[in-house]
T-cell receptor, first 113, second 114 residues
Framework: NAGVTQTPKFRILKIGQSMTLQCTQD?????MYWYRQDPGMGLKLIYY???????DKGEVPNGYNVSRSTTEDFPLRLELAAPSQTSVYFC????????????FGSGTRLTVV | KQEVTQIPAALSVPEGENLVLNCSFT??????LQWFRQDPGKGLTSLLL?????REQTSGRLNASLDKSSGRSTLYIAASQPGDSATYLC?????????????FGTGTKLQVIP
């Protein structure tokens, strides 16, 4: 069981470039999430999805977009990258409800220069 | 608004010591609380999940307790080992505006010295 798989692990972007962070889970979880983790800060929720075709904003959605065309995949799109988006990004999933806890991917370290 | 605090931010102990990590939260109406371990440059690994109806959970040398009334959880690590060195985060799930929201603490960085 692979769990939650994120790609790439590392990426350097120039200001204004765009990219997509990929996230795939093989546990048939309905709920998926994108978080960012900045040094000394707790994880902040960017977007989440409660099932294929359904997404919603979290605490810090500005500058990002998501889609959920299948249960397995939940890509995060950065448009017009800015230095403030330098962070570590984590994808997570959970069964129908958070009641059953999270499974996290290994993260993508993004630097915008 | 739920706030989750973990104190201390860093802790250094000699190998073999028993230790306690603390997690405090402001809203006691929680669904569950989860403890994670994060190794440098890695993702979060779930250690223990405590449901709101439970008082504690145990896994090997780890024991997590939950006291909703006081807004506290502790993670007890017995006979610490250098391999326990990592950052430990707690996360609290609550209901906010119809959405099940999870709030993370900023973590306690543990170093176990051989």
């Amino acid at each position: 069981n692979a769990g939650v798989t994120q790609t790439p692990k590392f990426r350097i972007l120039k200001i204004g470039q765009s990219m997509t962070l990929q996230c795939t889970q093989d546990m048939n979880h309905n709920y998926m999430y994108w978080y960012r983790q900045d040094p000394g800060m707790g994880l902040k929720l960017i977007y989440y999805s409660v099932g294929a075709g359904i997404t919603d904003k979290g605490e810090v959605p500005n500058g990002y977009n998501v889609s959920r065309s299948t249960t397995e995949d939940f890509p995060l799109r950065l448009e017009l990258a800015a230095p403030s988006q330098t962070s570590v990004y984590f994808c997570a999933s959970s069964p129908r409800q958070v009641l059953y806890g999270y499974t996290f991917g290994s993260g993508t370290r993004l630097t915008v220069v | 608004k739920q706030e989750v605090t973990q104190i201390p931010a860093a802790l250094s102990v000699p190998e073999g010591e028993n230790l306690v990590l603390n997690c405090s939260f402001t809203d006691s109406a929680i669904y569950n609380l989860q403890w994670f371990r994060q190794d440098p440059g890695k993702g979060l690994t779930s250690l223990l999940l405590i449901q709101s109806s439970q008082r504690e959970q145990t896994s090997g040398r780890l024991n997590a307790s939950l006291d909703k009334s006081s807004g506290r959880s502790t993670l007890y690590i017995a006979a610490s080992q250098p391999g326990d060195s990592a950052t430990y985060l707690c996360a609290v799930a609550t209901l906010s505006g119809g959405y099940q929201k999870v709030t993370f603490g900023t973590g306690t960085k543990l170093q176990v010295i051989p």
